[in-house]
Each structure stands twice: as structure tokens, then as C-alpha cells.
């Protein structure tokens, strides 16, 4: 008779059907001491969506990369159709039907549309390339998600939007059997958005599984059929959307009720003088506008995509270049001109970008290489960094942001997308700043980690800091801000204190449906 040694078993998902395509099986994944995933099984048939939910850091893009050959678990098995896969191995997982779409775009900007759709497969013949033939499956591919665009157009040259969906088609071109999407709607507008989805449930019907990865709970109950909730990277529960609520899902993703956390409006103090001020600024997407903010205010800007929020912030701080206008900092008892990124960070400012992974931080070094970048000065003795005073800095503040887990000496690359936000946080905080600009600060972040954002931008308030901030998202505008500006077409269209505003004004003014003094 044999003996199964218990502690190696490969648990099963409990609620797995009996005609799953793919199985995760019992998976652990480990980063040095920490634990990514924990044990972890789940399975999805053909023709389902399965959602797949939990705060940043919970492990599911890790789990995901595990699926997909790119890791390697250190337990656990992945199961196509009864047989398991060779572990950490993306050719036995794409010829398996395995196919990932990354949150973070991983496409080459010089290349057109179609070499971008084959990218890796290009069919060639003697080594050169085929081009009537690749020029047809970029095209059926296209076809098959319903989108339309040059084939011969530079990715460079295209939309956001545009580039998710090459992304997808590139993925359809595999014709995979197993299409895993990782937060896809986290940089499309509503209506792009609407697309995506009623196109993921058309694909669905023609039986392809489907894992979704969204922070957003309404998406989630709007087209999968089961969710799978992961926390501190544990299986939490798999159940059918039916029977579930959006309330208990984020109760479950986070480990407590979050809805009073979310919906608390900061009761700030009487805002002190104007430490932040723009006149007549004039730049790409820019048209003229003047603003202010005081100490302890946070200034929210609002408006549609395309309003020119960014262009404005950028302008202002100095990082790109203005046409005309001019912007001082008031902090410490001077008043500094901010002609450039360098005079705005030297004059107390610090700026949270909209692209973290790319503006904000080095994906290959250490928390604690990043946190020291805009820190050199204090950590440092003539010339020479203290590395000592280096760990505990960086430790101090990633407790301060609740990174987790607060392993300053991970690469900032191998964190979740909520927990990267918090370091690039993490790094202005500890410059003490006078102003603090934020564009689209919890953008691809979960709901625990947003409720921990919104906490810290609050707190900068409190403390005195002019806070100025970009965001897409009306109730964050709305819970944070002390005074809105509303753009369009690169102009102050209506300003509403938060007495005011609410999410119909906002968006009338943005659309143009209504007008307001600005």
C-alpha cells in the first residue's frame, strides 16, 4: 500500500468543476522570506470568466505569472486538461494555450501594429519575414477582439486605449484556450472600458476561459461567472457572482469593513497662506490658467481624458516646458521661482506621477536605493551614502506607507502595483515637503490600499502641506478635496469648494453640459 505524506498533497479548489482547462494546485511561491502565495488552488472550464480579487500585494499577478511558466513555484502544480505542466516554462505554457496580458504594456513603440501582434512568433521563411502572412493573422487577430487600426501605424504613434487592445489581439493571436487579463481597464476611459468587456464576454461564449484580475468590484459583477478572493496571499473563497455581494467581497479581500473608510470626508482646518501659485500658465494642452493653493488645502482637478490635468500639473512643476506664465513656491520664509523640476524640488515640492513605473521609480533597484534617490543629502556624509542610516530611513517610512511587506531590500519591480505607489510615496515623504502634487495617485491600486493613500495624503494636509491632485476618479475627487478645479480643453471651466461639488455637477461641467464662475 502506498503513504501519502499529507504535507505534500496537492490540495484541490473546492468548488473546481469537473471539466476545468487550467488548475492551479495547491501553488506557494516564495521572495526570499517572504511567502507571495500561500497554498493556493483554483480552476476554471471552458466559457467561464473568473474573477480573481484582492488588495495589492495579495498575489495575484504573482499567482498569474506562476500560470503562465514565467515563475517557477516552489510547491504546487499548474494542470492543463489532466496534465500537469513543466514548471516555470513559458513555451510549455503558451503551446499548452496559456496566454497573459500584463498590466504593464510590454510592447516595443518603434515596431508597427502588426510585428507588435507577432512579436516572437513572426513567421519567416530563409530569415526573412513574411510579411503578407504576418500582415493576415495581425489582421484576423484584430478582427477577433472587433477592433479596427492600421496595421502598419507605429505603436508609438497610438492611444493608450489602442495599445491595450493591440496587446490583447497579440495575445488572441496565440489562439490561446486560457486569455488571462492583469487589471486591463486600469488606463481606459468608461466607454473604452464598456468595450473591453462586452468584448471578453463575446470571446467567453466561444469557450475561452478567462481570468480577470480587476481592483474593480463593478466590473467584476458585471461579467464573470465565479470570483476567487485571495488575501495575504491565501485562498480566502470561490464562489458563483450570484452568490455574492460587492460588500462582502471587499469585506473578504480586506479582512474588515472598509465602506465608512471610503466614504469619510477629512474636516480640514482653516487653510493657511498660499504656499503654491500658478499665473497665466500656457503649454501643450494648457490654456491660460491660474491657480493657488494654501497650506493644508488639498486642490483636486477634475475633468474628462484629454483635459490637459497632466499637462497642467506638468507644467507647473517644472517638467515640461512652458510657453508662458509663471509658478513660486512660498515655504520656509522664501519664495522660489520654480523654473524647472530641479527649482521645484529644491523649493520644498514633490511629485507622485501618473506613470510610477516609469516616472517614478527604478523597477530594478531596492526599496531602499529608491527611497534614498531624492535623499542623498541627509543620508550621506561628505559624498559618502551611510547605508546604515540608509535601512532605518527606509524602513521608518516604508512602515509609515505600510508597505508589505516591508522588505526594503526587495526590488521595487517584484512589488505589487499598490505597494509601488507606496514607495514612490514613501521617497517624497521623506523630504518633509511644503507642496505635494499627485496625479492620479491610486490609479491600478486596490480598495485597502486606496483607503491607506487617501490616509497618508490627508495626513500631509493636516500636517500643512499644499496638496494639489489629479484625479480621474469622482469619489476620491470628492472625499479628498477641499476645492475643485474643473478643466476642459486645457482651461478652468468651473472651481467648487466641497460643499459644492458633487458627482453630477462634476461631470456636467467636464462635459460642458453645465457652466459655473471659475
Known amino acids: 500500500m502506498d503513504v501519502v505524506d499529507e504535507s505534500d498533497a496537492l490540495p484541490e479548489d473546492p468548488s473546481r468543476t469537473g471539466d476545468a482547462i487550467i488548475e492551479a494546485r495547491g501553488i ?22 473568473h474573477g480573481l480579487v484582492g488588495e495589492n500585494g495579495a498575489g495575484k499577478s504573482t499567482l498569474m505569472r506562476v500560470l503562465a511558466g514565467i515563475l517557477s513555484p516552489d510547491r504546487g502544480a499548474v494542470v492543463v486538461d489532466g496534465e500537469e505542466l513543466k514548471a516555470g516554462d513559458t513555451r510549455a505554457a503558451l503551446e499548452a494555450g496559456i496566454a497573459l496580458v500584463h498590466q504593464e504594456l510590454s510592447l516595443v513603440e518603434e515596431m508597427t501594429v502588426a510585428e507588435n501582434i507577432l512579436l516572437g512568433s ?3 521563411r530563409a530569415g526573412l ?16 477582439i472587433g477592433v479596427s487600426v492600421d496595421l502598419d501605424e507605429p505603436i508609438g504613434r ?24 492583469d487589471e486591463p481597464t486600469a488606463t481606459l476611459t468608461p466607454t473604452e472600458t464598456d468595450y473591453l468587456l462586452d468584448m471578453l464576454q463575446r470571446l467567453s461564449r466561444r469557450g475561452l476561459a478567462i481570468i480577470y484580475i480587476s481592483h474593480r468590484i463593478p466590473e467584476i459583477f458585471r461579467i464573470c461567472d465565479r470570483v476567487t478572493v485571495l488575501r495575504d496571499g491565501r485562498h480566502v473563497d470561490t464562489a458563483a457572482i450570484s452568490d455574492t455581494r460587492p460588500q462582502d467581497l471587499v469585506d473578504q479581500m480586506v479582512g474588515r469593513q472598509l465602506a465608512l473608510d471610503l466614504q469619510t470626508h477629512r474636516v480640514p482646518a482653516e487653510p493657511g497662506a498660499v504656499v503654491l501659485q500658478a499665473r497665466g500658465i500656457r503649454a501643450p494642452g494648457v490654456d491660460g490658467v491660474d491657480l493657488e493653493v494654501r497650506a493644508g488645502e488639498i486642490v483636486g482637478l477634475g475633468g474628462l481624458v484629454g483635459a490637459g490635468r497632466t499637462e497642467l500639473v506638468r507644467a507647473i512643476i517644472g517638467a515640461d516646458l512652458r510657453s508662458a506664465g509663471e509658478v513660486t513656491v512660498a515655504a520656509g520664509g522664501r519664495t522660489r521661482r520654480v523654473a524647472g523640476i530641479r527649482a521645484a524640488v529644491a523649493g520644498g515640492l514633490a511629485y507622485v506621477p501618473e506613470e510610477r513605473r516609469t516616472d517614478g521609480l527604478a523597477l530594478t533597484m531596492t526599496v531602499a536605493e529608491n527611497v534614498a534617490l531624492p ?14 542610516k540608509i ?20 526590488e521595487v ?24 502634487v499627485l496625479d492620479e495617485p491610486t490609479r491600478g491600486v486596490d480598495v485597502g490600499a486606496k483607503v491607506e493613500i487617501h490616509r497618508l495624503v490627508k495626513d500631509l494636509a493636516d500636517g500643512g502641506a499644499a496638496v494639489l491632485m489629479v484625479s480621474s476618479d469622482l469619489p476620491e475627487l470628492l472625499e479628498l478635496s477641499d476645492v475643485i478645479h474643473i478643466l476642459r480643453d486645457g482651461r478652468i471651466v468651473g472651481t467648487l469648494t466641497a460643499e459644492e461639488a458633487d458627482e453630477k455637477l462634476v461631470m456636467s461641467l467636464a462635459s460642458g453640459e453645465a457652466t459655473v464662475a471659475a
Open 122 to 124: 513572426t513567421p519567416t
Open 413 to 436: 519591480g517584484d512589488f505589487s502595483g499598490g505597494n509601488q505607489q507606496k514607495v514612490v510615496l514613501a521617497k517624497w515623504l521623506g523630504r518633509r515637503p511644503d507642496v505635494v
Open 28 to 49: 506557494v511561491k516564495r521572495f526570499g522570506g517572504a511567502v507571495a502565495v500561500d497554498s493556493v488552488s483554483m480552476a476554471v472550464p471552458p466559457g467561464e470568466i
Open 158 to 181: 497610438l492611444s493608450v486605449a489602442l495599445r491595450q487592445f493591440v496587446e490583447i489581439a497579440r495575445a488572441v493571436a496565440r489562439k490561446p484556450r486560457v486569455l488571462i487579463l
Open 129 to 144: 519575414i513574411k510579411t503578407g502572412e504576418l500582415k493576415r493573422i495581425a489582421a484576423e487577430a484584430l478582427d477577433e
Open 375 to 388: 535623499n542623498r543629502g541627509r543620508l550621506s556624509r561628505s559624498g559618502v551614502l551611510l547605508f546604515r
Open 391 to 410: 535601512a532605518d530611513f527606509a524602513l521608518g517610512l516604508a512602515r509609515t506607507v505600510g508597505l508589505r511587506p516591508p522588505e526594503i531590500r526587495r
